[in-house]
Structure formats: structure tokens, C-alpha cells
């Protein structure tokens, strides 16, 4: 056997073993953390039936997407900790003097954290459209007590006596909300008297807004059909409640949220933030490697008259710097209507252009 190979092999899996470690150490504590900064937000918002349990409860169901929003600046702190803990210890020497260069370092690095991001990535998707779909409606069922059942298949409210079933509940704007394929069944002493049919619904302040609405009333003699251009339904849902049930881009599912751009695309609607969550989606991986891969060399190399601490903080600094840069870019793109890819596409070619630089400057 090669003795290089064997060597390399060792520090490799030592390497691994560390970051692991150091990331993972991390990422549970910035979520426990977070966790429980929202858990106390959650306490002021006690009501109605709303209790603490049931805070715990919302907190837990909303955890596994809050880890999956974390993961990134875990990965960068977990990295940074590691690596600047073994410099510390004069380890990087050690394996310097072993042949290990510095650029050789950064595949054990680079490996460690795509693993972790498979299953921060799983995360993502279980959360997505499900998890917190469900800690939604149960927190605003328990304080409204008012019942809505929102999962990628539509949205279904109780509304008085009636019931609500939204196939597209749309989200336009920050609390702006359209449904699609919008139905009514209305009930009169336990038994279906009507059934409303519209493409298009609008929430207003006690009613209902529809457009292109047939109506079928089963309790006349003989059953009555009707069609209207627009139509008006008193309403005693809350507004909030909409809003919140309502299934935002950001807590899609990738395949929910393609399956959402290609129902806009084919009915003509605006498809835009739906396709900028998804490039966001498939965009998370590329940014969270950049970010650890961009602060690398300035922990690694021998930048002169910088302490380890320093150098700890510089290259925090510039890997939220770099996320920061991205968030920027596609609001900008977002305002500006440039096509998604483009948000978060510059930001990344920018990231490597100064990788690189900085990588022949310190390494």
C-alpha cells in the first residue's frame, strides 16, 4: 500500500470525524436557539384556547424547517470552529508536515458538509408543505377556533355553517391571497342546500368576492343551476386566518412548488414568486458550499498580523457578507422582474471570482 494513500486516508477520515462534530454541535445549538427566541414570541400570543403545550407543540412541528433555514451559517460556524481549533493546536501543521497541502484540505472539508446538506436538503422537504402546514392551522385553529385543513392539495375552512374548499390558494404579495378553483357548500340544518363553483375568489371584510360562479341549489324543487359573472358570500372568517393557512412558496415542497408554476403557466397567471422559490430551492446547495468554501483560506492561509480569533471573525464575516450579497440580488431581481436565476446566479459567480482571488493570495 501506498504509505501517502494510507496517510491521506487517515487524516481524511480524521478531518471528517472533526467537522462532523463541530458542524453538527453547532446546528443543534443555533436551532435550539432560534427555537427558542419564536417559543417566546409564541408565549406574547397566547389566546383562546391557545396554551402553553400548545406553543410547545407549534415549536416542535416548525423545527425541522427552522433547522433547514439554519443549516448554512451552521455549516460556515461548525468549519470555521473546527478548522481554527485544529490551527490552534498546531494540528494543520502536523498534517502540513505529513504532505497534506492546504488545498488538499478542502476536499475532507467540502465532503463533510455535502453530507450534512443531504440531509438538511431532506429536511427541507419534509418540512415543505407539510409540517408547517400543520403547525399553521393548528395554531390558528386553536386561537380563532375556527377549523382549516391546508396541505398541497388545497385548503379546506369551515366558514359558519358552511364549508370552504380552495384547490389554489395563491399567494400575490406578502398577506395578499387568491384562490383558485374555489368552492362553496353550503348547509342548512345538516343537509347540502348549496354548492357554489367559482375560478376565482377574493377575501373582503365579511365577504366572499367570486368570480364566474355557478351556483346549484339541491334544495329547491326541482334543483336550480345558475351562473353569474360575480357573486357576493357573507363571511365570518378571519382574515388572518387566510393568510396564514394559505400555503406560502417558501413552505413548499420542490415538487409542490413545479407542480404550483405549471398550473400558473397554463391558466396564464403571474407564475413569479413561485418560480423564484423553487430556483432559491435548487440554488441552496451551490450557496451553502460557497459560503464555507469562500472563507476558507482567510482561516487556513497565513494572513500576517492577524490573530487566530481575527481571522475567525474575517471569515464569518465575509461568508454572511456573501449571503447577504445573495438575499440583495434577488430582492433586487424580485423588484425589477429579472428572471429568478438571475438573483441568485451573480452573487455565486461573484463568490467564486473572489474565492479564487483569495485562495492565490492566502494559500
Not at 339541491?218 to 365570518?236: G, I, L, N
Request: charged residues 15%.
Amino acid at each position: 500500500m501506498n504509505p501517502y494513500r494510507a496517510v491521506s486516508g487517515l487524516l481524511d477520515r480524521y478531518l471528517l470525524s472533526q467537522l462532523w462534530r463541530s458542524m453538527l454541535m453547532v446546528w443543534l445549538i443555533l436551532t435550539l436557539l432560534y427555537t427558542a427566541l419564536q417559543l417566546i414570541g409564541q408565549l406574547r400570543d397566547m389566546a383562546g384556547d391557545y396554551h402553553l403545550l400548545d406553543t410547545l407543540w407549534y415549536s416542535l412541528l416548525t423545527t425541522p424547517g427552522r433547522a433547514y433555514r439554519l443549516f448554512p451559517f451552521a455549516a460556515l460556524a461548525g468549519v470555521l470552529i473546527c478548522i481554527g481549533r485544529l490551527a490552534a493546536q498546531e494540528e494543520l501543521i502536523v498534517m502540513r508536515m505529513a504532505g497534506c497541502s492546504r488545498l488538499r484540505m478542502l476536499r475532507p472539508v467540502l465532503l463533510a458538509v455535502s453530507l450534512l446538506l443531504l440531509i438538511a436538503m431532506a429536511l427541507g422537504e419534509w418540512s415543505g408543505g407539510d409540517l408547517m402546514s400543520k403547525a399553521r392551522n393548528f395554531r390558528i385553529g386553536k386561537i380563532t377556533g375556527q377549523v382549516s385543513l391546508a396541505d398541497p392539495s388545497g385548503l379546506w375552512l369551515r366558514d359558519g355553517d358552511s364549508m370552504v374548499h380552495v384547490l389554489r390558494p395563491l399567494m400575490i404579495g406578502q398577506q395578499a391571497t387568491d384562490f383558485y378553483e374555489f368552492r362553496i357548500f353550503a348547509a342548512d340544518q345538516g343537509r347540502l342546500c348549496e354548492w357554489l363553483d367559482a375560478r376565482h375568489a377574493v377575501h373582503m371584510d365579511g365577504y366572499w368576492l367570486l368570480d364566474e360562479v355557478t351556483v346549484l341549489n339541491v334544495c329547491a324543487q326541482p334543483p336550480t343551476r345558475q351562473y353569474h359573472a360575480q357573486w357576493r358570500w357573507p363571511s365570518a372568517v378571519e382574515t388572518s386566518l387566510l393568510s396564514t393557512a394559505a400555503l406560502r412558496p417558501s413552505i413548499l415542497a420542490t415538487r409542490d412548488l413545479l407542480a404550483y408554476v405549471d398550473y400558473l403557466n397554463n391558466n396564464g397567471l403571474d407564475s413569479y414568486r413561485y418560480r423564484n422559490a423553487f430556483y432559491r430551492r435548487l440554488f441552496y446547495a451551490p450557496v451553502a458550499l460557497l459560503l464555507v468554501w469562500l472563507a476558507l483560506p482567510l482561516v487556513m492561509g497565513p494572513v500576517r498580523q492577524l490573530s487566530r480569533g481575527r481571522r475567525l471573525v474575517l471569515g464569518f464575516s465575509v461568508g454572511l457578507g456573501m449571503y447577504m450579497l445573495q438575499q440583495l440580488c434577488e430582492s433586487v431581481a424580485a423588484v425589477y422582474r429579472w428572471h429568478p436565476v438571475t438573483g441568485a446566479l451573480v452573487p455565486i459567480l461573484l463568490g467564486l471570482g473572489l474565492g479564487m482571488w483569495l485562495y492565490r493570495r492566502t494559500i
